[in-house]
T-cell receptor, first 111, second 112 residues
Framework: EAAVTQSPRNKVAVTGGKVTLSCNQTNNHNNMYWYRQDTGHGLRLIHYSYGAGSTEKGDIPDGYKASRPSQENFSLILELATPSQTSVYFC??????????FGSGTRLLVI | GDSVTQTEGQVALSEEDFLTIHCNYSASGYPALFWYVQYPGEGPQFLFRASRDKEKGSSRGFEATYNKEATSFHLQKASVQESDSAVYYCALSANNNNRIFFGDGTQLVVKP
């Protein structure tokens, strides 16, 4: 069954530390997305990718980097984590003009 | 730019009540319109979509009709159940665009 898998499911990080969130999809979708979800803000797009080797800035990219080494994998990198980046992060994959398949989310706490 | 507005931040109902969650959009042409549902502890799930004026999308008893004139895509269900309690997102994808724009979501709470 096609799916989007995120790891880790939960993460506690120290302020100033580096955090990498991973996402793997078996949908063979070209497009992948990283969102964060906070109360009162819904889903906000951080970075996205059209295929292996490409990354694009979304609406709130500051403080985040992304990496798409292959069709299946898309990572979100916080080089210097801050408490303001405490949130729930969702990865999604999708085809052109089609709906998205979301992962189950990563809950990140930066202390 | 393209955007989606959901009027209600939270809706509280009793079982068997009629549900309406309002969604209005701003985009040129005929964007694809979507509804997603998110249950606690899970990612959002695709519910259904519509791509043409007056087209009705539906799934699991929920439905919405694409209204180009009113730029709306309101979600309705005739009789809600406690298991419908979740966050509902309206979304759009503009023509020839790889992005889906989401509204802020509406929390539905259904009491037994």
């Amino acid at each position: 069954e096609a799916a989007v898998t995120q790891s880790p499911r939960n993460k506690v990080a120290v302020t100033g530390g580096k955090v990498t969130l991973s996402c793997n999809q078996t949908n063979n979708h070209n497009n992948m997305y990283w969102y964060r979800q906070d109360t009162g803000h819904g889903l906000r797009l951080i970075h996205y990718s059209y295929g292996a080797g490409s990354t694009e800035k979304g609406d709130i990219p500051d403080g985040y980097k992304a990496s798409r080494p292959s069709q299946e994998n898309f990572s979100l990198i916080l080089e210097l984590a801050t408490p303001s980046q405490t949130s729930v992060y969702f990865c999604a994959s999708g085809g052109r003009g089609s709906d998205y398949t979301f992962g189950s989310g990563t809950r990140l706490l930066v202390i | 730019g393209d955007s989606v507005t959901q009027t209600e931040g939270q809706v509280a109902l009793s079982e068997e009540d009629f549900l309406t969650i309002h969604c209005n959009y701003s985009a040129s042409g005929y964007p694809a319109l979507f509804w997603y549902v998110q249950y606690p502890g899970e990612g959002p799930q695709f519910l259904f979509r519509a791509s043409r004026d007056k087209e009705k999308g539906s799934s699991r008893g929920f439905e919405a009709t694409y209204n180009k004139e009113a730029t709306s895509f309101h979600l309705q269900k005739a009789s809600v159940q406690e298991s419908d309690s979740a966050v509902y997102y309206c979304a759009l994808s503009a023509n020839n665009n790889n992005r889906i724009f989401f509204g802020d979501g509406t929390q539905l709470v259904v009491k037994p």
